[in-house]
């Protein structure tokens, strides 16, 4: 049983990493291909990944429900993931990424309504603390009073892409357990690429249309659909084995990585300010997983 319980912390703690490189690695991509292009890339592209672990672990029974939570999330991350790509093209990474921090908070009703999920004491303390964070993000703002990081937040559009990107994700990550529950985490992870590639092809069409890709980025199209396999397939399995709200907390303290990245690959600025709000969420991340 102790086994059990504390297997999810590396999975979730994989997830992280894999959610970091993906955000840098989908805003390179987006300056030379279409949002709908990279979009549908980091989903669909996942099935190839997927499909060979389905293969290796064999096909599960799928319970009653399945179908149902699978395409609702499918659903929401049609949205949520193009709003994401959207946010990370247009804003930097460490004034978007961080923002996804507040999935946890918003999941605190959507677990409680969906899974009947109550995160204990320290886990109420853990969400607190990264939501701390996420304001300390903007601290060099509070000049212009209490409200100035709240302002800066509203000022800035990747920043409130990702709140509705993390409002979505916190409804979609109970499905995700639902579905995951109901099956398997490679077996819900092909249906989800697969679902995805073909209800979201028609925006496919639309982005290659308005920015024609060439031969030379599709490797690099797969590349990113392989670190979303990674992310998707850990997160999942962890999910089957701790609160989805736990899980995704973790997941989003990749975004101290992604902080990292911005200032050494992209050239951001205030690295110390917005990593010391990153430190804040980290600290609820450690609070959690005790």
Not at 14 to 38: D, I, N, P, Q, W
Not at 66 to 79: G, K, P
Request: charge should be positive; proline fraction near 5%.
């Amino acid at each position: 049983m102790e086994a059990k319980t504390t297997v999810w912390v590396p999975l979730a703690a994989l997830t992280a990493v894999a959610f970091a490189l993906e955000g840098s690695y989908a805003k390179a991509l987006s300056k030379r291909a279409h949002v709908y292009v990279v979009t549908w890339a980091m989903m669909a592209l996942v099935l190839p990944w997927a499909a060979a672990m389905l293969v290796r672990e064999g096909v599960p029974e799928v319970q009653p429900g399945f179908y149902r939570a699978a395409l609702v999330s499918v659903a929401l991350n049609m949205v949520g993931v193009t709003l994401e790509v959207k946010a990370l093209s247009v804003s930097p990474l460490s004034l978007t990424v961080p923002f996804l921090a507040f999935t946890p908070l918003f999941m605190i009703a959507t677990s409680f309504l969906v899974l009947h999920e109550t995160p204990d004491v320290k886990g109420l303390a853990g969400i607190v603390l990264v939501t701390a964070g996420a304001y300390a993000i903007n601290l060099e703002k509070i000049r212009g009073g209490f409200l100035g990081p709240i302002k800066a937040i509203a000022r800035e559009p990747g920043s409130r892409l990702m709140l509705l990107v993390a409002l979505l994700w916190s409804v979609s990550a109970v499905y995700d357990k639902v579905a995951t529950v109901a099956s398997s985490p490679s077996f819900y992870s092909a249906f989800f690429a697969a679902a995805f590639g073909v209800l979201y092809a028609p925006a496919l069409v639309v982005g290659l249309r308005k920015k024609p890709v060439d031969r030379a980025m599709v490797p690099r199209l797969f590349l990113i659909g392989f670190v979303c396999a990674v992310m998707v397939l850990s997160q999942f399995a962890a999910v089957r084995l701790t609160l989805a709200s736990y899980v995704i907390a973790v997941k989003r303290s990749g975004m101290l990585l992604s902080v990292v990245l911005g200032r050494f690959v992209f050239g951001e600025r205030s690295l110390a300010v917005r990593l010391l709000g990153a430190a804040l969420m980290i600290a609820g991340v450690v609070t959690l997983s005790l």
